[in-house]
C-alpha cells in the first residue's frame, strides 16, 4: 500500500469515527473543555453505558480522546487542539456555502465561547483584527495562517501577565488563524489563544457557563476590552 493510500485509509477511519452521531455528540460535548465521565457521556449520547464505553473505545484508538484516571474516576477530554480544530472546522463545512453569509447560530454561543482551550464567537473574532489594527500581530496569508506577535504586541501582551517567550517554547504551534464557525472569520488558535483565554477567564472578563461552551462577557471585561483593545462588547 502507498503513502498516499494509507493517509487516505486513516482519514476515513476517523471521518467513520466522528460520523456515528452518538460519537458526534461526545465530541462535540468536549469541545467545551470540560472532562466527562463515560456515564456523563453516556447521558449526553442518549446510550447505554456499556455502549457508551464503546465508543469511548474507538475514539480512543482513533487518538481523538484521550482518559486520565483519578480515584475511581476516568475523565474523558478531547485529544489535544488538532482534534477541537479539526471539530470547528467540521461545523463551517457542514453549515454549506452561501452567496451571503448569515449566521444562524444561538446568540448566546454566537457572542462568545471556547473552542477548545481558546476563545471563539464574535469578541474573538474582533480581537484578532483589533490586534491587526494596531499593529501587534502579524498577518496570516492564505498560504500561511501562521501569526507571529510584534515587539509593541509582545509589549502589551506582557503587560497583562502573558509570558510571550514561554508560549514559544512550548510544544505546539505559537499561534494561528483559526475559522470561526459562527462568523466564518478567523480567530486567534494555539498557545497565543489559549494564554489569552486564560487571562480573560482569571481576571474575570470572561465566567464560563457550567453546562456549555458559552462564555458571558461580564461587566468588568466589557470595559477592559474597550479600555486595553478599543473593543465594544
Known amino acids: 500500500m502507498s503513502v498516499e493510500s494509507h493517509g487516505e485509509v486513516a ?5 467513520a469515527s466522528i460520523g456515528e452521531p452518538a460519537r458526534a455528540r461526545m465530541l462535540y460535548c468536549l469541545l467545551a473543555g470540560h472532562a466527562r465521565t463515560s456515564t456523563e457521556l453516556a447521558l449526553v449520547a442518549d446510550v ?3 455502549t457508551a464505553s464503546v465508543h469511548l473505545a474507538r475514539l480512543r484508538k482513533q487518538q481523538l480522546v484521550k482518559v486520565l484516571a483519578q480515584g475511581k474516576h476516568r475523565y474523558y477530554s478531547l485529544d489535544g487542539p488538532r482534534v477541537a480544530a479539526l471539530l470547528e472546522a467540521l461545523l463551517v463545512v457542514t453549515e454549506g456555502s452561501r452567496d451571503t453569509f448569515v449566521p444562524n447560530t444561538p ?19 474582533s480581537l484578532l483584527e483589533r490586534f491587526g489594527e494596531l499593529g501587534w500581530l502579524s498577518a496570516g496569508t492564505e498560504a500561511d495562517t501562521a501569526y507571529d506577535l510584534t515587539e509593541s504586541g509582545s509589549k502589551a501582551l506582557g503587560a497583562l501577565g502573558i509570558d510571550v517567550e514561554a508560549l514559544r517554547g512550548l510544544r505546539r504551534r505559537f499561534a494561528y488563524a483559526c475559522i470561526d ?12 489563544g489559549a494564554a489569552m483565554l486564560t487571562v480573560a477567564l482569571n481576571r474575570r472578563w470572561v465566567v464560563r457557563d457550567d453546562d456549555s461552551r458559552v462564555l458571558k462577557i461580564t461587566g468588568v471585561g466589557a470595559r477592559e476590552m474597550r479600555a486595553r483593545f478599543g473593543l465594544k462588547v
Open 181 to 192: 464557525w459562527s462568523e466564518r472569520r478567523p480567530h486567534i488558535g494555539g498557545a497565543l
Open 48 to 50: 447505554s453505558p456499556s
Open 11 to 15: 482519514a476515513s477511519d476517523v471521518a
Open 107 to 125: 446568540s448566546r454561543l454566537r457572542a462568545a465561547r471556547t473552542c477548545y482551550d481558546h476563545m471563539a464567537g464574535a469578541v474573538a473574532v
